[in-house]
């Protein structure tokens, strides 16, 4: 039963806020802006990689909002544990001071409520408003590319293509190359499982996606050689699924890929004889069914439906004006295809056989 | 199929006894299949903390092998099955069962002044699912186990062949026991409060525990879901998420993270419940904004559930869904900086006690404070591709999970230790043990964000291309190597402490913290009835200046509870002479 | 701030707990509440897989989708849409069966019910006729994914509901409940009712949109 007769705790009084605590709070306000002005105005290369020289555009926009978000999370956490800790020690019960003390009894203070809620909401507003505009620039800001290339993901390694190269580029042994200036769309897919395509200094990361692809763009502006790095965990050897971005000046581009061009591809064209349509639909099913569908041509996954290849008309014609012959579709699938319609490995990354190929043919021709 | 009930009984003296059921008889009705929430609570305990040991020393293997850039103790495949192991049981077998089921168990029916929960034998069935879950988890060892990791995407998880589909099964299962606990205890609090205690005299911790049940009780079953498909793929071959039949792992994605976020706010609600009722009762004054924090523990529970695509910002979705879920994600940090601030408030002018539970507490602050804040730097959708899958992010939710939730488990297990066991925790050993996990826990996480601003990426076996180029990466992985035998080191010497205390600590009594709430009007342990008569509630449990705000309670009580002698603690947080 | 002892509402507090009935009535109230938040978190359960269906649905190229180089073709409603009737059908004896229980009308209790399980049979049977008529299979496409799984785990419901009637006519014949005390009865009532919203919301998924 409760009594009220007992005697009430003694409540120990605070002179304002507490001893010392707007010099503290000042102290800490100072060196919160020093911080800020650290964060500003000193290189950040050990935080962010390239930020003294930055190495695309869009990693300039990136870093202006990493900075901000700093300056601002840097005093918020300095605000908080340092009141908490001095509280811990400003209002600390005394040794010898009588049990039953109690403290300041307070419940609430609207205006401070008040206060503490609008200030964080107007800092949140601000990073939302800064997020969108460099968001909006990330996804729309680089109006037509100069270069589109393809990164497909594999265990364990990167194939690029590019347009007007008829064999791909193969992280294990080559390095990927960009023009140093000219806006750069990279399309990201993968082949097999969930990959991911990121260069820490360039900040724009894709997660590879089988049956979707990816848009990554930017500009590079500083040349070097840099890690592409897989950050989505992809199997075994994920740790080292690494590449490497070569960013050399136009004229270096232009020689390298030249050089690529006149890489020889294979001689003698596969042999379609004894092709077996079953066998290759269960090949088009383990290989193909990721990117194409047994479908009219508009059903893309990413790339063409397949139905009727040889026989629609409304097929497209790919190769030399007239509908697809068989021997036009057995050089695809060996050399791969870039052109209008996207970019198609070739078979070191499909990784068919001679006798694949040649059932493949079999069975696409057979969809009539 | 009744459940026994042990409903508000009539108030007066002489019938009070009719509705206490008589006690339960026989070792195995009193330790291993009891109904008694107290005891569930203890077997939640025990066996998070074993879980906890293992998941331990799965995280200990980790960076063992991170000592050398090429990997210092394993293959990639063993690597990849040993942080599988190390997340899996921490998540669903160590944090939920650990904060929900062992803390919420045993304290919450005795804070709203009930003999049991709603449904006692659902309670029991809840924990002993969570043993065999455990079991089937770590048969998967025995074919060859997970590799992909807690969340075990397609498709690559589809490559783990029966180990997968047995992964998938324990976490059905644990899921189970979570959505069946969310309910039994939302039943609870909704009908079994005692009379007078209206929503807004509720303690804080009452108000934690209904906000993370609600969010069991409906995100759970979302997580089954995903799994069941996962399930279904791996055995039946079913093409949820394989693209060539028409499926999407991106699919898996959003069914997973609908459960999976709030899942971390499952984690947290409890934690910031115990920190709301240690810091009024070592400051010896009120919570301060009662109403925003109660309100925003509910505003957490439900926006959480509206920011899930945030884990999946680089992964593909289309550019117009990333907008507002990164407006919301920002959202949600506001009730949760309001309760930062409402903490502050409440230790500013306090008489602070410096005991274990309110160092943990104030540790709290810090650090769930710092992982808050690099969650604001993964909230943002630019910022994010470049941090996401990389050491940032890990460093985040260690800070968020370990230094805001397993924190907050340590505040409640040394606060309510001697409500359980009727014997005070050695002080020195605590606050050894205190700066051990506190030293070790920072420097071991704190390296990781700027390793992953770098570029290292998570879940590597191996980082010997980023060493080459980063040579210094090699120093902050031995770091954080050498600082996380620290927390070892504290977790050895918690152990000892539960263990001796057990023996040797000084007698608690009924309120050692001078503390308000009715678990504390009880003796230390509770009979197993909790209160003889319920008792009668008037007002909010915080102010003390006021007397005790209860009637007919079983013991005459000073209405002005003070800590004991017993409880002391020195003035500084140091350990004192013994 | 009550520094004043006496408290809100003792008196009626007290009245309130010596009446053993409305002992009886809150318990009754917690496995209610407890059941109505079961069935909640079963429709989670349904809820997840129809977002995964329109999931897949929206973002696959073409619907019905292309298998083997053929669209598949859209689901049947008539054979559907007959077999939906069986089972709001069976919701509708199923109440009348509670009412019955409710006035003390054992017979026609036992009457309504039993029209209940046989109808709730009958369903499933027609759901097993349904599913010989699709034209792809469980592993061949998204749309035989979804459509199998949801009405998989529909069917599995009603069978579950079914031997749960069952029981409970049983029980309710050996005099477990009286005119009083059902909430067996109630709970059992609320649950078929559930499996035919669920089905109200998959009939308009995969035959009607």
Redesign the interface.
């Given at each position: 039963m409760t009594d009220v007769a007992a005697p009430k705790p003694q409540e120990v009084p605070t002179k304002g806020l507490g001893p010392g605590f707007w010099p503290f709070a000042i102290a800490l306000t100072v060196l919160n802006v020093a911080v800020a002005l650290l964060i500003y105005y000193a290189p950040l290369d050990f935080f962010l990689p390239g930020e003294s020289n930055e190495v695309a555009d869009r990693a300039a926009d990136i870093d202006a909002l990493f900075k901000f978000m700093s300056a601002f999370g840097f005093a918020i956490f300095t605000y908080v544990a340092g009141f908490v800790i001095y509280f811990a020690i400003v209002f600390r019960r005394r040794r010898g001071e009588p049990r039953e003390t109690i403290g300041v009894q307070v419940h609430d203070s609207p205006t401070l409520e008040l206060w503490w809620t609008i200030v964080p909401v107007l800092i949140i507003v601000a990073l939302i408003w800064m997020s969108i505009n460099v968001w909006a620039k990330v996804q729309f800001g680089n109006g037509s590319p100069a270069l589109t290339m393809e990164v497909i993901g594999h265990q364990f390694y990167f194939e690029y293509r590019y347009p007007g190269l008829k064999s791909s580029v193969y992280s294990n042994g080559e390095a990927m190359h960009l023009p140093l200036g000219e806006p750069v769309r990279v399309l990201v897919t993968s082949a097999d499982v969930l990959h991911s395509f990121w260069v820490p200094e360039i900040r724009l990361k894709a997660t590879a996606v089988p049956g979707l692809v990816q848009n990554v763009n930017f500009t590079p502006t500083r040349t070097g050689s840099f890690q592409i790095v897989c950050a989505e965990f992809c199997g075994v050897d994920h740790s080292v699924m690494q590449g490497q971005l070569i960013i050399e000046s136009p004229a270096a581009f232009r020689k390298w890929f030249a050089g690529e061009q006149t890489k020889a591809v294979s001689a003698a064209p596969v042999s379609l004889a004894g092709g077996d349509a079953a066998a290759g639909k269960a090949v088009f099913t383990q290989k193909c069914a990721a990117c194409h569908a047994i479908a009219p041509f508009e059903q893309k996954i990413v790339g063409p439906g397949l139905a009727k290849l040889t026989d629609d008309p409304k097929h497209p014609t790919l190769v030399d004006g007239k509908p697809p012959t068989p021997d036009d579709i057995g050089e695809i699938l060996e050399n791969g295809y870039t052109g209008p319609l996207g970019a198609m490995p070739n078979r070191q990354a499909t990784g068919i056989s001679d006798k694949d190929i040649a059932d493949l043919v079999a069975y696409l021709s057979s969809l009539k | 199929m009744e459940a026994g009930m042990h409903a508000t009984p009539a108030l007066h003296e002489h019938d009070s006894d009719d509705h206490i059921h008589p006690p339960p008889e026989g070792f195995i009705r009193k330790y291993v299949f009891s109904l008694d929430h107290k005891v569930i609570g203890v077997q939640y305990f025990i066996t998070g903390i074993l879980f906890m040991l293992i998941g331990g020393s799965f995280a200990e293997l980790i960076r063992l092998q991170l000592w050398k850039p090429e990997g210092a103790i394993m293959s990639h495949e063993a690597y990849n099955v040993v942080y599988t192991m190390h997340g899996t049981p921490m998540v669903w077998l160590v944090l939920i069962p650990l904060v929900t089921g062992a803390i919420g168990n045993f304290v919450m029916p005795l804070q709203i002044g009930a003999r049991d929960v709603a449904f006692p034998w659902l309670n029991m069935i809840s924990f002993w699912i969570v043993p065999l879950s455990g079991v089937v988890l770590f048969s998967t060892l025995l074919y060859g186990g997970a590799h992909a990791g807690w969340t075990e995407y397609p498709p690559i998880s589809l490559q783990d062949g029966v180990a997968g589909a047995l992964w998938c099964l324990s976490i059905i299962l644990v899921g189970v026991s979570s959505t069946m606990t969310g309910m039994n205890f939302m039943v609870t609090i909704i009908k079994m409060r005692a009379p007078g205690m209206t929503w807004t005299r509720m303690p804080l911790f009452v108000w934690a525990t209904l906000a993370t049940a609600l969010m069991n009780m409906i995100a759970t079953v979302a997580l089954s879901a995903a799994l069941l498909a996962l399930f279904l793929e791996h055995v039946y071959n079913v093409p949820f998420f394989d693209p060539s039949r028409g499926g999407s792992p991106l699919l898996y994605q959003h069914m997973f993270w609908f459960y999976s976020h709030p899942a971390v706010y499952i984690f947290i609600l409890p934690a910031f419940g115990v920190i709301s009722e240690v810091l009024p009762t070592f400051a010896r004054k009120p919570i301060f904004g009662y109403k925003m924090i109660a309100f925003s523990s509910m505003a957490i529970a439900i926006l959480g559930f509206a920011v899930w695509a945030h884990h999946m910002y680089p992964s593909g979705l289309a550019p117009w869904i990333q907008t507002p879920f990164m407006i919301l994600t920002f959202a949600v940090g506001v009730p949760t900086g309001i309760k930062i601030f409402s903490w502050l408030a409440t230790i500013w002018g306090g008489r602070i006690q410096l005991t274990v539970p309110m160092l943990y507490a104030l540790a709290f602050l810090i650090t769930f404070t710092f992982g808050g804040i690099t969650g604001i730097f993964l909230a943002s959708v630019p910022a994010n591709l470049h941090e996401h899958g990389s050491y940032f992010v890990v460093g985040h939710f260690h800070y968020v999970v370990g230094g805001g939730a397993v924190f907050g488990f340590l505040a409640g297990l040394t606060y309510w230790y001697p409500k359980v066991t009727g014997r005070m925790l050695d002080e020195r050993m605590g606050k050894i043990g205190f700066w051990l996990f506190f030293a070790g826990l920072n420097l071991t996480f704190l390296p990781m964000h700027w390793l992953g601003l770098e570029g290292m990426a998570r879940r590597y076996a191996s980082y010997e291309y980023f060493a080459k180029t980063h040579p210094d990466s090699v120093f902050w992985n031995q770091f954080a190597t050498v600082s996380s035998f620290l927390m070892v080191a504290s977790v050895a010497l918690l152990a000892v402490n539960l263990i001796w205390s057990l023996r040797h600590g000084k007698l608690a009594g009924n309120n050692p913290w001078g503390a308000r709430t009715l678990e504390w009007m009880i003796s230390s342990p509770p009979p197993y009835y909790n209160f003889k008569k319920i008792p009668i509630v008037y007002d909010r449990p915080y102010d003390f200046g006021e007397p005790l705000p209860y009637r007919n309670l079983d013991h005459e009580t000073d209405p002005y509870p003070a800590p004991t002698r017993a409880s002391l603690a020195g003035p500084a947080p140091f350990p004192a002479g013994a | 701030?009550?520094?004043a002892?006496k408290?809100?509402?003792?008196q009626a507090?007290?009245a309130r707990?010596?009446d053993v009935e409305r002992?009886y009535a809150?318990?009754r109230?917690?496995?209610l509440?407890?059941f109505v938040?079961?069935l909640?978190?079963?429709c989670?359960?349904f809820?997840?897989?129809i977002?995964?269906y329109m999931?897949?649905r929206v973002?696959?190229?073409?619907w019905p989708?292309?298998?083997?180089?053929h669209?598949l073709p859209w689901f049947d409603t008539a054979f559907a849409a007959l077999n939906s009737v069986v089972l709001f059908g069976s919701g509708v004896t199923m109440h009348f069966a509670l009412e019955n229980w409710k006035h003390l009308n054992k017979q026609k209790f036992n009457a309504w019910l039993l029209a209940t399980i046989v109808l709730g049979i009958a369903f499933l049977l027609g759901q097993a006729h349904e599913w010989s008529l699709i034209k792809t299979t469980?592993?061949?496409?998204?749309?035989g994914?979804?459509f199998?799984?949801l009405t998989g785990m529909h069917g599995f419901h009603v069978f579950v509901g079914v031997i749960y009637l069952t029981v409970l006519g049983f029980q309710a014949n050996r005099g477990v409940y009286t005119g009083s005390k059902y909430f067996g009865l109630t709970a059992g009532t609320l649950y078929w009712h559930f499996v035919d919203v669920i089905w109200v919301a998959l009939f308009f998924l995969f035959y009607l949109w």
């Open positions: - | - | 701030m009550a520094s002892v408290p809100l509402g003792l507090v007290e707990y010596n002992h809150e318990t109230d917690i496995r509440l407890g938040f079961f909640i978190s079963d989670v359960l809820a997840s897989f977002f995964a999931y897949l973002s696959a190229p073409a989708p292309f298998v083997d180089g669209q469980w592993q061949g496409s998204s749309m994914a979804s199998f799984t």
